[in-house]
Structure formats: C-alpha cells, structure tokens
C-alpha cells in the first residue's frame, strides 16, 4: 500500500512561482516513475508531468514545458514540482501518482495506480 500526501498549493499571481511536494509513505517510493496531474473545474483530469524511478527521464504536456520542473528525492520519499510563469490556466487541484512501472511508459491516468487527494493551485490577481 501506498500513500500519497500533496502539499504547496495556495494562491499566486500570475508570473507567480510554487513548489508542491508529495509525500510518499512505503519502501517502494524508489521502484516506480511518479506523476503529476491537474483537473481544472468542469474539466477532465490532465497529464502535466512524470518522472522515471531514478529521475533519468523527465515528461511534460506541451502546455507546461519549459515553465515546469518535475524532481524527485527518493531518500526523502518525495516528489516535486517547480511551478514558474504561472498563469490563469494552471489554476487546477494538481494530484501526484505512482506509475505501475519504474519507467514512464504511458502519460495516461489508467497507467497510475495509487493517488494523493490533491492541492488546490489558483492562479489571479
């Protein structure tokens, strides 16, 4: 069992930065890829990055590459996020997953298996 815990999101403005954590609880942190998704109000659940077991290969959505840093510590059992230029349309609950392997083979919510409850990112000024 694995148990997945999102901190970090608030309120920004955009241009903004934030950095979300998630905390992984079990030994097996460091055996599979981990993901970042968001869902937007009336929206469904969308891909924004991923990272493989040992942070050796990196995947974003074309609409966040290049503001989005996605890392990981598997000493600490945590991934994270590095949110900058942040705009009106990142405004998401953002969620972090497990992959079911230790390389990011699919970018599709069905290729994840255990879940956070998510953080709440508003971007506006």
């Known amino acids: 069992q694995v148990q997945l815990v999102e901190s970090g999101g608030g309120l920004v403005q955009p241009g903004g930065s934030l950095r979300l954590s998630c905390a992984a609880s079990g030994r097996t942190f460091s055996s599979y890829a981990m993901g970042w998704f968001r869902q937007a109000p009336g929206k469904e659940r969308e891909f924004v990055a991923a990272v493989s077991w040992d942070a050796g290969t990196t995947y974003y959505a074309d609409n966040v590459k290049g503001r989005f840093t996605i890392s990981r510590d598997n000493a600490k059992n945590t991934v994270y996020l590095q949110m900058n230029s942040l705009k009106p349309e990142d405004t998401a609950v953002y969620y972090c997953?497990?992959?079911?392997?230790?390389?990011?083979?699919?970018?599709?919510?069905?290729?994840?298996?255990?879940w956070g409850q998510g953080t709440q990112v508003t971007v506006s000024s």
């Open positions: 997953a497990k992959h079911i392997h230790r390389v990011v083979v699919t970018t599709i919510a069905a290729g994840y298996d255990y």
